[in-house]
Each structure stands twice: as structure tokens, then as C-alpha cells.
């Protein structure tokens, strides 16, 4: 059974840092891993998609990497800006159609 | 906007109300889901539907209904709820069933049962 762990758990940083945000998943069989944010109260805003195939994807200042053997994937947050205070969640599909999701990183990005 | 369009945004109800909850995506997805997120709670799938045919029930209570009625459309009937049920309602779409393209979300509907 896939299970998707985030650590940590929360995290406050000062502006301007730059960050990491671990993923690991137990079942390195899977399709692709997606990279989400979540505002309060809102809906997720897919950031990143990376595919089985794939080391590595970048949007703006933001880098996913994959590495399936050894089940983890990690989220680089470049120069944060408390715009970047969300929860992030990462989440990988079952082939029944279950997208399996970890608990979350709540980031806190202080001016 | 992402392209799934969820309505209404916020709903209070009572446990003897009946209301419904609509999703609408014109992405050209033929899979669509009903998560559910309650406080302090990873995301729950309850319902997912490939092709309009519901291929996963995850023990949802028959207090809740989905309906397909085509690839664009997916709704989440209401009754009888109890105040355990306020959460936030997520719609989700994808290309296919366990897609390898990526899955697209609503905004959501902030659910409240008094």
C-alpha cells in the first residue's frame, strides 16, 4: 500500500531563504509525482508534474526533483516571499485512479 | 482559474436540508473525483468516475450521492448531513483514470452543516 510522507510538517523561514521540502513515498512503482499548493480555505494550484521518466522539472523559482530508488522527491523553494506561505502537498496516483497525498508542508515566509 | 469550475463557493445547510454541489471542467478530461478535506486532515478521496461511470466508492456514507451525467460534469448530492460533514469539497479532473498527465483541482466548496 503507497504511503506519502512530507517532513516537516511546518516550516518559517525569513525572506529571502532559500528552501527544501522533502517528499518520500514507499512504493517506487509509481507514474509521476505532482507538487500542489494550497492557500487557506482554497482550492490546489498544481505547481509542478514530474514523470516517472524525469529527474527533475522547474518552473520560476521553484525546482522538483524525483528520485524513485530511493522513493523521494524534494521541492526547492528559491529566494522565498511571503506571497510563497501556503501548505504544499505532494501526491502521487495509484493505477485506480487514487491520488495519494502526504500531509502537507505549511510554509511561513516572514517579511 | 484552473479550468475546473466548482459551485458555489460556500454553502451552510441544515441536517434536514437537501442541496447539491456541481463541478464543471471543459478541459477535455474523461475522469473526474470528489475529495473531501476536513480540518487538520489529509485530503480523502470519496468518489471517482472514468468515462461517467463511478469506478470507486471509498466507504462513502449514502448521505452523499454523486452523479455523472456526462465527462464535463460531475455533482455531489446532499441530505441528511450532520455537522461532522462540514469540510471543504474538492472536485478534481483528469486525462484518464490513474493519469500520467497530472491532475487539475477546483477551488472548492466550503461545506458548513448547523
Known amino acids: 500500500k503507497q504511503e506519502v510522507t512530507q517532513i516537516p510538517a511546518a516550516l518559517s523561514v525569513p525572506e529571502g531563504e532559500n528552501l527544501v521540502l522533502n517528499c518520500s513515498f514507499t512504493?517506487?512503482?509509481?507514474?509521476?509525482l505532482q507538487w500542489f499548493r494550497q492557500d487557506p480555505g482554497k482550492g490546489l494550484t498544481s505547481l509542478l508534474l514530474i514523470q516517472s521518466s524525469q529527474r527533475e522539472q522547474t518552473s520560476g523559482r521553484l525546482n522538483a526533483s524525483l528520485d524513485k530508488s530511493s522513493g523521494r522527491s524534494t521541492l526547492y523553494i528559491a529566494a522565498s516571499q511571503p506571497g510563497d506561505s501556503a501548505t504544499y502537498l505532494c501526491?502521487?496516483?495509484?493505477?485506480?485512479?487514487?491520488?495519494?497525498f502526504g500531509q502537507g508542508t505549511t510554509l511561513q515566509v516572514k517579511p | 482559474e484552473t479550468g475546473v469550475t466548482q459551485t458555489p463557493r460556500h454553502l451552510v445547510m441544515g441536517m434536514t436540508n437537501k442541496k447539491s454541489l456541481k463541478c464543471e471542467q471543459h478541459l477535455g478530461h474523461n475522469a473526474m473525483y470528489w475529495y473531501k478535506q476536513s480540518a487538520k486532515k489529509p485530503l480523502e478521496l470519496m468518489f471517482v468516475?472514468?468515462?461517467?461511470?463511478?469506478?470507486e466508492n471509498n466507504s462513502v456514507p449514502s448521505r452523499f450521492s454523486p452523479e455523472c451525467p456526462n465527462s464535463s460534469h460531475l455533482f455531489l448530492h446532499l441530505h441528511t448531513l450532520q455537522p461532522e460533514d462540514s469540510a471543504l469539497y474538492l472536485c478534481?479532473?483528469?486525462?484518464?483514470?490513474?493519469?500520467?498527465?497530472?491532475?487539475?483541482f477546483g477551488s472548492g466548496t466550503r461545506l458548513t452543516v448547523v
Open positions: 501526491a502521487v496516483p495509484s493505477n485506480t485512479g487514487k491520488l495519494i
Open positions: 468516475y472514468n468515462f461517467k461511470e463511478q469506478t
Open positions: 478534481a479532473s483528469s486525462q484518464e483514470r490513474g493519469a500520467r498527465i497530472g491532475y487539475t
Open positions: 512504493d517506487s512503482a509509481i507514474y509521476n
